[in-house]
T-cell receptor, first 116, second 113 residues
Framework: GAVVSQHPSRVICKSGTSVKIECRSL??????MFWYRQFPKKSLMLMAT?????????EQGVEKDKFLINHASLTLSTLTVTSAHPEDSSFYIC????????????FGSGTRLTVV | DAKTTQPTSMDCAEGRAANLPCNHS???????VYWYRQIHSQGPQYIIH???NNETNEMASLIITEDRKSSTLILPHATLRDTAVYYC??????????????FGTGTRLQVTL
C-alpha cells in the first residue's frame, strides 16, 4: 500500500528556533499533502494544504509566515515551524491522497514537537 | 463534507465484538463513509469505507443503514491492540482532485481483558 514517511518522529527545540518536518511519499506521487496539528486528547485540525509547484493554502487562523510549507517535488513536502514558541508544542501529522479510492488517504506517523 | 457525531468513548472486552456507531444524517448522495483509527501517538490508519452497501475487509465490517443516515463499524473480535480513537468521516469519492478530510472528535475505544 501507499506509504508516507514522516521525519523526525520527535524533536525538542529551544524557543525562537526553527524546526523542519519532512513528509515523503515512498511509492506513489503526492501532488497534494495535508498538514494537521493535534493537541493532547484533541482531534486532528487541518492547518494547510500543499500542492506540488504552487503555494500552500492555509486554514483560517493559521499563520502562513510561521508555518512555512514547501512542496517542491511530487514526493516531498516540508513544514517548517519558524520562531517556535512553547504554544507550538504539538503533534504534527501529514497526509496524502493515494489516488486509490480503496485507501483514500494515507498518513505519516507524526512528529511530536516540544518547544522549551 | 457532512458532519458526523460519535459517542465519546466505549469499552469492549477482549474477544468480543466492538460496535462503534456513527450518525451522519446530512450525508449527501455522492459522499462515502470512511473509518480511520488512531492509536496513541501515531498517524491515523485507514480501516474501511462504503457508499451504501455493507462492506467487510480483513480488519472490520461496515454496516450502513438503508437511509444512509448512520453506520456502524464492527470489529468482530476486539483485541487489546484495537484500543484507539476511531473516526467516522464522510467525504466525496476521490475524483482526481483531493478534498480535505475533516476529523470530528471520534470514539475512544478501550479494549479490556
Amino acid at each position: 500500500g501507499a506509504v508516507v514517511s514522516q521525519h523526525p518522529s520527535r524533536v525538542i527545540c529551544k524557543s525562537g528556533t526553527s524546526v523542519k518536518i519532512e513528509c515523503r511519499s515512498l511509492d506513489f506521487q503526492a501532488t497534494t499533502m495535508f498538514w494537521y496539528r493535534q493537541f493532547p486528547k484533541k482531534s486532528l485540525m487541518l492547518m494547510a494544504t500543499s500542492n506540488e509547484g504552487s503555494k500552500a493554502t492555509y486554514e483560517q487562523g493559521v499563520e502562513k509566515d510561521k508555518f512555512l510549507i514547501n512542496h517542491a517535488s511530487l514526493t516531498l513536502s516540508t513544514l517548517t515551524v519558524t520562531s517556535a514558541h512553547p504554544e507550538d508544542s504539538s503533534f504534527y501529522i501529514c497526509s496524502a491522497p493515494t489516488g486509490l479510492d480503496h485507501y483514500g488517504y494515507t498518513f505519516g506517523s507524526g512528529t511530536r514537537l516540544t518547544v522549551v | 463534507d457532512a458532519k458526523t457525531t460519535q459517542p465519546t468513548s466505549m469499552d469492549c472486552a477482549e474477544g468480543r465484538a466492538a460496535n462503534l456507531p456513527c450518525n451522519h444524517s446530512t450525508i449527501s448522495g455522492n459522499e462515502y463513509v470512511y473509518w480511520y483509527r488512531q492509536i496513541h501517538s501515531q498517524g491515523p490508519q485507514y480501516i474501511i469505507h462504503g457508499l451504501k452497501n455493507n462492506e467487510t475487509n480483513e480488519m472490520a465490517s461496515l454496516i450502513i443503514t438503508e437511509d444512509r443516515k448512520s453506520s456502524t463499524l464492527i470489529l468482530p473480535h476486539a483485541t487489546l491492540r484495537d484500543t484507539a480513537v476511531y473516526y467516522c468521516i464522510v467525504r466525496d469519492a476521490f475524483t482526481g482532485t483531493a478534498s480535505k478530510l475533516t476529523f470530528g472528535t471520534g470514539t475512544r475505544l478501550q479494549v479490556t481483558l
